[in-house]
């Protein structure tokens, strides 16, 4: 299982990268930007998670490779965009959500997953909590500080089941787990999380909120 979860590792760099980068570019940020936002959002889960379980420094500048790959990815993202663009191959912003949304699904899945592996292998599987906290803070966080950096509202508090899909497929993994093998309970609860994240945004489903208005002067 070191390959697959070397596997899902860089998978998961790469997709994020690549949202970071076009959500960058969607905020019209130069090159700098687009690099800063690409490798925050490809280690930014990482990160959080290697401080809730004390792995400090964070893995991810003990051995940079990881950051290394979103920064060469988040390059080529944008020198293709310019590319692109430039041609009048791709004008409209819908190709830019929409590779958006895939990537962002792909390393959503992969992170959660990914995060609880790590909890399992250096913590146990005994605390159930923790397993799931950190599955899911590993899984959003990246995409959370993409958009802090990027002036949004955090994407998980807004819009379309996020957490709810990182949620629902790490209680999937941590239950499949225990009756199949690794490698099927890893695919079928990845592919569950990106099943939820693909019907949440064509059923624009959302949970219940309340808007507070405030009265015209």
Not at 184 to 193: G, P, Q, R
Request: glycine fraction near 8%; aromatic fraction near 12%; include cysteine.
């Amino acid at each position: 299982m070191d390959f697959m979860m070397n596997f899902l590792e860089t998978l998961g760099t790469i997709a994020f990268a690549v949202s970071g980068a076009i959500e960058a570019m969607k905020k019209q940020m130069d090159l700098l930007g687009v690099i800063v936002l690409g490798m925050v959002t490809a280690i930014g889960g990482g990160v959080i998670r290697d401080i809730v379980t004390g792995e400090i420094p964070p893995i991810a500048f003990q051995n940079p490779t990881q950051a290394k790959v979103a920064i060469v990815v988040s390059i080529v993202v944008f020198f293709l965009a310019m590319f692109l663009t430039r041609h009048d191959i791709l004008t409209n912003v819908s190709w830019a959500n929409a590779v958006l949304f895939i990537s962002d699904a792909m390393g959503l899945a992969a992170f959660t997953i990914l995060g609880i592996r790590f909890v399992q292998e250096r913590i146990g599987n005994d605390n159930f909590a923790l397993l799931l906290f950190v599955g899911v803070i590993t899984g959003v966080g990246g995409g959370l500080l993409r958009d802090i950096f990027a002036g949004n509202v955090p994407y998980i508090f807004r819009k379309h089941i996020y957490a709810t899909a990182s949620i629902f497929g790490a209680l999937m993994y941590l239950w499949l787990d225990k009756i199949l093998s690794e490698l099927w309970a890893v695919f079928f609860s990845m592919v569950c999380i990106i099943v939820v994240r693909i019907l949440a945004s064509h059923f624009k489903w959302n949970l219940p909120r309340v808007e507070i208005l405030e009265k015209a002067k």
